[in-house]
Nanobody, 113 residues
Framework: QVQLVESGGGLVQAGGSLRLSCAASGIIFTIYTMSWDRQAPGKQREMVATITSGGSTNYTDSVKGRFTISRDNAKNAVYLQMNNLKPEDTAVYYC???????WGKGALVTVSS
């Protein structure tokens, strides 16, 4: 059974940093592109960052230069390092396997001004 479990969310002041982690199980992790999506209050869910099995990355424009996605295939884990956080980054962040359209339950990130 596929399972994605996010951790590392919380409350941080603007300009601060957080690191989200996602632990995957029930899949052959190494073959999948992984992504982080987010959904802000009253807005549609959007892709934040993706990382392929080979380590190539892609980011939405609003987080470029501030967020870094990475993966550890030995640990079946994917990470999102978020620096210089802004109030508009406030959202529930979801770990996702795009190929099978599967999300974890999410981690809330709140950035205060």
């Amino acid at each position: 059974q596929v399972q994605l479990v996010e951790s590392g969310g919380g409350l941080v002041q603007a300009g601060g940093s957080l690191r989200l982690s996602c632990a995957a199980s029930g899949i052959i992790f190494t073959i999948y592109t992984m992504s982080w999506d987010r959904q802000a209050p009253g807005k549609q869910r959007e892709m934040v960052a993706t990382i392929t099995s080979g380590g190539s990355t892609n980011y939405t424009d609003s987080v470029k230069g501030r967020f870094t996605i990475s993966r550890d295939n030995a640990k079946n884990a994917v990470y999102l390092q978020m620096n210089n956080l802004k109030p508009e980054d406030t959202a529930v962040y979801y770990c996702k396997i795009p190929r099978i359209n599967y999300w974890g339950k999410g981690a809330l990130v709140t950035v205060s001004s």
